[in-house]
């Protein structure tokens, strides 16, 4: 099969290639390296086609989706913060990009699978989270992740086969700060020896999914016969942000406490994914774990994965 995977240098991306390259496809890349990183893809370089281009690039993609099976969609600006200084850029990128890519699955009839997420659900009424439940967003950034929804749902109507996936906070090896930031910047304290610094009261808690099961997430939607749809991809278990810090301090057997900062702008205090229909439709469901994966990370002062 031939797939292209957008922001395939980024941290989620680049773990979609790399599996796909081990079951024998066809992939390019476009990845701009705004946050991606080449050697995120140094042990696939030769057996993938790379472009160093913008989404944004018609022409690009024009020529690149003629003959394609699929493609992932993981290109995206995503950080809540930068969203409130930079809400056209987000705008452009997010959502304009999404848009040239579904007009291109309709014209060329193509799948495409697209990284949503959690935040289209601002600070839900209940918890867990399912599909359904109301989307009211706190931040730019989610806002143009629910706009994306909105223009899925649109070209879907057209004919177009595109499944949305609702990431919640993704961790692993090589994790961007636009992800499960928290845990890396808690991880990189404690390599430092410096105490896990929270943002808040540390009572807002978090669904962490890890990166290479959210990949197997995208791999499973594109390859299944589910045409159009929107999936949770989380763990349905949750922790406080405290209890993450405690848990890291706890493994690391350092003596100290966590200190406390001011609270983050549109940050959401809750988040749990209910994953039943994404494990009834297409099968998939979390293999990997928090708190053992930090325990391994500390234990065997592997720092080098964060």
Known sequence: MKYIVTGGAGFIG????????????D???IDNLNT???????????????????ILNLDLLEKQTQNID??????????????????EEYQSVNVNGTENILKLAKKNNFKVVYASSSSVYGNPEKIPIKE???????????????EKERLAIKYSEMGVKVI???????????????????????????RDKLPPKINGDGSQFRDFVYVEDVADANILSMDSEVNHEFFNVGTNTSITILDLAKTIIKSSELHMEPI???????DVQRTVANIDLIQDKIGWKPTVFLEKWIDEIISMKKFDEI
């Open 164 to 190: 949305g996936l609702r990431y919640f906070n993704v961790f692993g090896k090589g994790q961007s700060k636009e992800y499960a930031g928290v845990l890396k910047l808690f991880l990189e304290r404690i």
């Open 132 to 146: 359904s439940d109301s989307k009211n967003p706190i931040n730019p950034y989610a806002e143009t992740k629910l």
């Open 260 to 266: 406390f900062g001011p609270a983050l702008k549109g």
């Open 27 to 29: 992939v390019t890349v």
């Open 70 to 87: 699929g493609i992932f969609h993981q290109a995206a600006l995503a950080s809540v913060q930068d969203s409130f200084s930079k809400p």
């Open 14 to 25: 680049s773990n979609i290639v790399k599996k796909l390259v081990v079951r024998g496809d």
């Open 36 to 54: 991606g990183k080449e050697e995120n893809l140094i042990s696939v370089k030769d057996k993938i086609v790379f472009f160093n281009d913008s």
